[in-house]
């Protein structure tokens, strides 16, 4: 299985970005994929997920200004990004796991398959 992220860039404080994982995976639809993302000096933190029944998961810190989805027939992941903080800048990180349980969602261990990475970078 193999992921790629696109979309990042450079936007201004209180801008949008819209993030892309297209996935190589026949099986898209009955994965988890979920984006996590990693400033410099901190840990990889977990920022949205979505399950095979759509059903999503977000950060507190993300909540109301992100929105994730997906498209099973084009098999692509989105993260729609909006009311930007300089807090958000990270390389931004889309993962896939065919099997998860409920409570491991937000884990990044849990996680089998990781995309590249792509930078995202707010400036005020």
């Known amino acids: 299985v193999q992921l790629q992220a696109s979309g990042g860039g450079s936007v201004q404080a209180g801008g949008s970005l819209r993030l892309t994982c297209a996935v190589s995976?026949?099986?898209?639809?009955?994965?988890?994929t979920a984006w996590f993302r990693q400033a410099p000096g901190k840990e990889r933190e977990f920022v949205a997920a979505i399950k095979w029944s759509a059903g999503t998961y977000y950060a507190d810190s993300v909540k109301g200004r992100f929105s994730i989805s997906k498209d099973n027939a084009k098999k692509t992941m989105y993260l729609q990004m909006g009311s930007l903080r300089l807090e958000d800048t990270a390389t931004y990180y889309c993962?896939?796991?065919?099997?998860?349980?409920?409570?491991?969602?937000?884990?990044?261990?849990?996680?089998?398959?990781w995309g590249q990475g792509t930078q995202v970078t707010v400036s005020s």
């Open positions: 995976e026949r099986s898209f639809s009955r994965f988890v």
């Open positions: 993962a896939a796991v065919s099997r998860i349980i409920q409570s491991s969602i937000r884990d990044a261990e849990a996680y089998d398959y």
